[in-house]
């Protein structure tokens, strides 16, 4: 939320200087993130990816840990004040008592963790790609509206937020194939068939799709 905040005078001063001090709010939000989730995995003993307020903690986790480590590039620095709106309205959402309710999804055995994980990966990497594609818009909007700031700003070059998006989406995309491969072979293994005709798994498809697309 204090990230959130700051972000807000990021924008107003147009990005006019590589901050760091957003990147180490988001940071000691990631070390009090996955400390809080290391925990409840060891109280649970399990993988803590079971109903919708784990797997949306997980994501805003993955969302976090891409970024931190594209934010080694000054250059890319920024993404955290586009991420830290979407990461608070995650968390915000999370917190909903009746998210932290029943199970989405059975978690028996290593195979269904690793299934539940890899998808929940990539659908972190889709969004830190919808991240860096709101930079992209908001620096394309600037560059044909021909505003000063669109000079001055330090945001990355419009080119390498393109490439970034891309890259992003191309991991994403690997990360979903691979899960849903490791979750056909062990719903075969569980019930003899590759397929089950549930909305999650129709959802995830269609998602794939998409992204093939």
């Not at 070390?31 to 399990?46: C, D, K, P």
């Not at 028996?108 to 890899?118: D, E, M, Q, R, Y």
């Not at 600037?142 to 070059?157: E, Q, T, V, Y």
């Not at 990360?175 to 995830?204: E, M, N, P, R």
Request: hydrophobic share 55%; charged share 15%; with cysteine.
């Amino acid at each position: 939320g204090v990230s959130m905040v700051y972000s807000v005078f990021l924008w107003r001063k147009g990005f006019r200087q590589d901050d760091r001090v957003n990147y180490f709010l988001m940071l000691a939000a990631a070390v009090l993130h996955t400390t809080a989730m290391i925990q409840r995995g060891f109280s649970l003993e399990r993988c803590p990816v079971n109903n919708l307020y784990e797997a949306s903690t997980f994501v805003a986790w993955t969302i976090v840990a891409a970024f931190l480590l594209l934010g080694l590039w000054p250059k890319l620095r920024f993404l955290g004040a586009f991420a830290s709106p979407v990461l608070f309205g995650i968390g915000v959402f999370s917190l909903m008592p009746a998210l932290d309710q029943g199970r989405v999804v059975e978690m028996n055995g290593t195979w269904s963790s690793l299934h539940a994980a890899l998808i929940l990966l990539a659908y972190g990497a889709f969004g830190l790609s919808s991240v860096a594609a709101l930079m992209y818009l908001s620096e394309e909007r600037d560059l044909k509206l021909h505003k000063l700031r669109a000079i001055m700003s330090r945001l990355p070059p419009i080119q390498r937020l393109e490439s970034v998006m891309t890259r992003l989406s191309v991991v994403g995309f690997v990360l979903l194939t691979v899960g849903l491969t490791v979750g056909a072979y062990y719903l075969q293994a569980a019930t003899g068939s590759f397929f089950a005709s549930d909305a999650k798994v129709i959802w995830s498809l269609l998602v794939w799709a998409l992204y093939l697309v």
